[in-house]
């Protein structure tokens, strides 16, 4: 069996790979367990030396790397650059600071001394997904790493270019073999890795759907788990929001990578006082997207990874149709090449209709309209999701209460959401648990061990 790459601007077939047969991932399991060994007894010092070196390598290749996440999953150039970019910044976050988040946590009690330590657990399986193929996998591999795991990466099936370049990128700058190894394999594959009793963690950022089986079988073997999953994030204005800028961050916050980003703005509510202007706002900025071949400059609008994919949201934005949204701009597939789809607003959208409950992966905008932003609140929450939620206004302390009364693992006030390598990241309900990045994602996959001197 094989898997295949394709360019989403062309739909032509660059690659295909064969998958690994059992015998070919039983040798890798071995070495990332024997790797461990050695590499666990290292000092964290010792390990941030090739940290160190991978953050430079990112940096000197970043333009070819980007040039590779774009033909391979096809979001936009200078995109695909910001990404490697920040990938840099995550190796060299924990390079800089793993030492003091792993340090040992003196508690007074009533022994001569007693403290918390945090030692590596043992090979991780990293489960990731396509639509931020270097950073997604970065995220997981600069903090565990550090921590002294090493790592397994099953990577989705449509980015098997990329995933192949980063265990290259961490060869080269000088990991021992088998600190991160890239598995082609198939999901069956995958969940056997998982009930393995050398692989002591899984980390996956993936759909609810996937989430549920890793986290289920996960749980059936008694392995610590990272869950980062759907979102669909609110975007509450206020009446005293500045519209102009709240348009401007979520034309972006909705777009940016084609929408295909679980922390982008999916929902937005607006009360009667501000509702024509910022949904006017919103037709004139997302009007002015151009869709084309994601290496031009001019491009502002990249098409979506697979037709596949493209389809769905085309059948989600359809259903919604049907159950009464408003098709204000957009809502259709263009005629021409590629997997895109225009920039689209629905409005009159409510709760019992699929584009609020469900996560529109592309660059579609659901509109609520809401009396009031008490009712703003309590919609905002009726959801399963819980992974972000921006909210905008002038006045920061009400902001800041409508913050704190938001179900969501991040909640950013006059921006929108994104992830920082010092705060941690993921959600809750059924968005995930656990965190990532920060001090909770190198801690994530250690033993958190009390040792008690009398």
Known sequence: MSIQTVNPFSNE?????????PNELETKLQLAEQTFRLWSKRSICQ???????????????????????????????????????????????????????????????????????????????????????????????APNLMAGNTLLLKHASNVPQCSQAIEHLVQEA?????????????????NELITDQRIRGV???????????????????????????????????????????AVDAAVTSRCMNAGQTCIAAKRFFVTPAIADDFIQGLINRMQMLMIGDPNDDQTTLAP?????LRNDLHNQVLCALDQGAKNIIGCHIPDRDGNFYLPSILDNVSPDMGAFQEELFGPVASIIRVRNTDEAIRLANQSHYGLGASIWSKDINKAEEIALQIEAGSCFINSFVKSHCALPFGGIKNSGYGRELGVPGIQAFTNIKTVWVQ
């Open 13 to 21: 077939v660059i690659a295909t790979y064969p998958l690994l047969q």
């Open 47 to 141: 390990r941030a030396t090739p940290m160190r070196e991978l953050c430079e390598q990112l940096k000197h290749r970043k333009k070819t790397l980007a040039t590779m996440i774009t033909e391979e999953m096809g979001k936009l150039h200078h995109e695909a650059l910001a990404e490697v970019e920040k990938c840099a910044w995550v190796c060299e976050h924990y390079a800089d600071h793993a030492e003091r988040y792993l340090a040992p946590q003196v508690i007074s009690t009533e022994a001569k001394r007693s403290y918390i330590c945090y030692q590596p657990l043992g090979p991780l399986l990293a489960i990731m997904p396509w639509n931020y193929p270097f950073w997604q996998v970065f995220r997981a591999l």
């Open 174 to 190: 000088g990991f021992p073999d088998g600190c991160l190894q890239s598995l082609l394999i198939d999901a069956k594959a995958a």
């Open 203 to 245: 980390t996956l950022t993936g759909s609810e759907f996937a989430g549920r089986s890793v986290g289920s079988l996960a749980g059936q073997y008694l392995k610590q788990s990272v869950l980062e999953l759907g979102g669909s994030d609110p975007f509450i204005v206020c009446d005293d929001a500045n519209l102009q800028q």
């Open 304 to 308: 979506l990874a697979r037709t596949d």
